[in-house]
């Protein structure tokens, strides 16, 4: 009876060993979905202690297989910006999101002490967690936002920037990163003029009226994501005062609505949804991923779906489009692809075996 037991706990373990990369439904809980990566781990053995040097070289291994699942799911800037957020929020809480692991190798190498895992992920929990970490102008390459709105006041040049500052607060209340005019990726430049009004029936105040005419332009290509004309009231005790007032109404009023139209026009202009198919597993997605950064013309990319061998891919590009990227994508001597299709926003790639494999 024993010895049945025996070979009953090794049929189990085997078939929850079975495979070793890509998505599947865990053998513990059949409601969630796991992906599966390979991951190292090491510490240092400190006075001869290899027991606690093993222990912690396993931690590091589970949460470095943490690791790579989440930096496929989450674009390069939110990993730098939330660094301190994710690691305290997942990649230290293994237990939570690693299913199940098998130790693939230790070892002892100098005064480390070194282990590998092959670790399944449960790719639902990470999603969920995930999903808040990004801002949408992060999700969108995160681009730096310029400002460049010349002031008039009764057909005077001014030097104040009013308009400029509700804007910039507007933008940054929405995540994106606001910068200088000359290095930003996009500018928004215009101009405001605001003219007096009147000062009757106010019981003492004045009244000036200001036009606001802005366009959010993206610097190089000189694309136009969005344009808006706004006016709006203003009223003070002077009239420098209630020009200001009616300058930092108009740019309020905008401030939302062009926010909003240059998001639709990122979303729209400088992403590509690239599918990858013939995906062997986490460990290659993630490998293509990092090659896929390093061109020099995409922003950003990270992955929306991985299902069966297929992998849904949001790529931010700086200029270009799909055709653009699909040219050097077939450039990529180790990660060789055949282009099934392309549109301007669009793209389907087939993984193929490099040269020499």
């Not at 926010?259 to 400088?270: C, D, N």
Request: net charge positive; aromatic share 6%.
């Amino acid at each position: 009876m024993k010895r049945y037991l025996n070979i009953l706990c090794i049929v189990f373990f085997a078939l929850l060993s079975g495979g070793c990369s890509g998505a599947r439904r865990s053998a513990l809980n059949s409601a969630y979905e796991t992906e599966v990566v390979e991951a190292e781990g090491q510490a240092p053995i400190v006075n001869g202690d290899v027991v606690g040097a093993k222990k912690t070289a396993l931690h590091e291994a589970m949460k470095n297989a943490l690791g790579l699942v989440v930096g496929i799911y989450v674009s390069q800037e939110a990993m730098v910006a939330k660094a301190i957020l994710i690691n305290d929020t997942i990649t230290s809480q293994t237990e939570g999101y690693i299913e199940k692991y098998e130790i693939l190798k230790e070892e002892t190498a100098g005064e480390f002490y070194k282990t590998r895992i092959r670790a399944h992920v449960r790719k639902e929990d990470l999603s969920a967690k995930l999903k808040n970490l990004e801002s949408e102008p992060q999700k969108l390459g995160n681009p730096v936002i310029g400002f460049d709105i010349a002031e008039d006041m009764d057909g005077k040049a001014q030097k104040t920037n009013y308009a400029e500052l509700e804007l910039k607060n507007t933008f940054a209340d929405a995540g994106f990163m606001t910068g200088e005019k000359e290095k930003a990726d996009i500018l928004i430049k215009g101009s405001v003029k605001s003219q007096f009004n009147t000062g009757d029936g106010l019981g003492g105040f004045i009244s000036y009226r200001a036009a606001l005419s802005v366009a959010a332009v993206k610097q190089g290509s000189g694309e136009t994501l969005a344009a808006l004309q706004e006016t709006a009231g203003g009223i003070d005790l002077n009239k420098s005062a209630a020009a200001k007032a009616a300058i930092i109404n108009a740019a309020k009023r905008t401030g939302e609505e062009l926010k909003e139209k240059v998001l639709k026009g990122l979303r729209e202009k400088s992403m590509v949804r690239l599918s990858l198919l013939k995906v062997e597993g986490m460990n290659q997605l993630s490998d293509f991923l990092k090659s896929l950064r390093n061109i020099p013309m995409v922003r950003g990319c990270w992955l929306r779906s991985l299902t069966g061998d297929t992998a849904s891919i949001d790529v931010g590009l700086r200029k270009g489009n799909a055709s653009d990227l699909s040219q050097l994508l077939m450039k990529n001597a180790r990660f060789p692809v055949k282009i099934n299709r392309t549109s301007s926003y669009d793209l389907e790639a087939e993984l193929q075996m490099a040269p020499g494999k």
